[in-house]
């Protein structure tokens, strides 16, 4: 199994809801990461985990909370978001943090903050 | 600064008109350089990795190169089903991959 799926595909909320994005692999890849993407823009690095373990928070605001409750799986929950922060989301997995090796992505949650 | 630059920013083809997007870094250690596809709404497809300058992949029509300031992806007799993003990528350290803004390849029937 070389994927990463995510769940859900399209996400509509309120400024004052709470949701969660998930993420799933089953490469054993110990590293996990979530990345925010604008329209016609890269992707920007929002969270890393190793081995389970927050590694990397790029400066997110609080409003953006992440999970990683085992290996193959990782969360991003969400609540009390901003218009701005509609955007696809999207996670990805490498075989680890320290191994330079490439990333797979999953297809990405499209979010929209109403 | 690390900077990576993808370029031309748009690319518009005839198909079996071949061509090559560059993607040039200044890094302080590369580590990796990714090559991506991405198509509307989805999600970055892998395609390459190249490690060191003088290095080759080659995958049906698509063929990266790289040398110690830039790679470059050659797309030969390109059909319209190529047509996507093509994001390049570089790791420079532990967890530090820097994404160049990507070329929007269309290529015409």
């Known amino acids: 199994d070389t994927e990463v799926t995510q769940t859900p595909k399209h996400l509509v909320m309120g400024m004052t809801n709470k949701k969660s994005l998930k993420c799933e692999q089953h490469?054993?890849?110990?590293?996990m990461y979530w990345y925010k993407q604008k329209a016609k823009k890269p992707p920007e690095l929002m969270f890393v985990?190793?081995?389970?373990?927050?590694?990397i928070n790029e400066s997110v605001p609080s409003r953006f909370s992440p999970e990683c409750p085992n290996s193959s799986l990782l969360n991003l929950h969400l609540h009390a978001l901003q218009p701005e922060d509609s955007a696809l989301y999207l996670c990805?997995?490498?075989?680890?943090?320290?191994?330079?090796?490439?990333?797979?992505f999953g297809p990405g949650t499209r979010l929209t903050v109403l | 600064e690390d900077q990576v630059t993808q370029s031309p920013e748009a690319l518009r083809l005839q198909e079996g008109e071949s061509s090559s997007l560059n993607c040039s870094y200044t890094?302080?250690?590369?580590?990796?350089l990714f090559w991506y596809r991405q198509d509307p709404g989805k999600g970055p497809e892998f395609l390459f990795t190249?490690?060191?300058a003088g290095e080759e992949k080659e995958k049906e029509r698509l063929k990266a190169t790289l040398t110690k300031k830039e790679s470059f992806l050659h797309i030969t007799a390109p059909k319209p089903e190529d047509s996507a993003t093509y994001l390049c990528?570089?790791?420079?350290?532990?967890?530090?991959?820097?994404f160049g803004t990507g070329t929007r390849l269309k290529v015409l029937a």
């Open positions: 990805a997995s490498s075989v680890r943090m320290d191994n330079y090796n490439e990333q797979f």
């Open positions: 490469m054993g890849h110990r590293a």
């Open positions: 990528a570089v790791n420079i350290g532990t967890y530090k991959y820097i």
């Open positions: 985990y190793s081995y389970e373990k927050l590694s």
């Open positions: 190249l490690y060191s």
């Open positions: 890094v302080s250690g590369l580590r990796g």
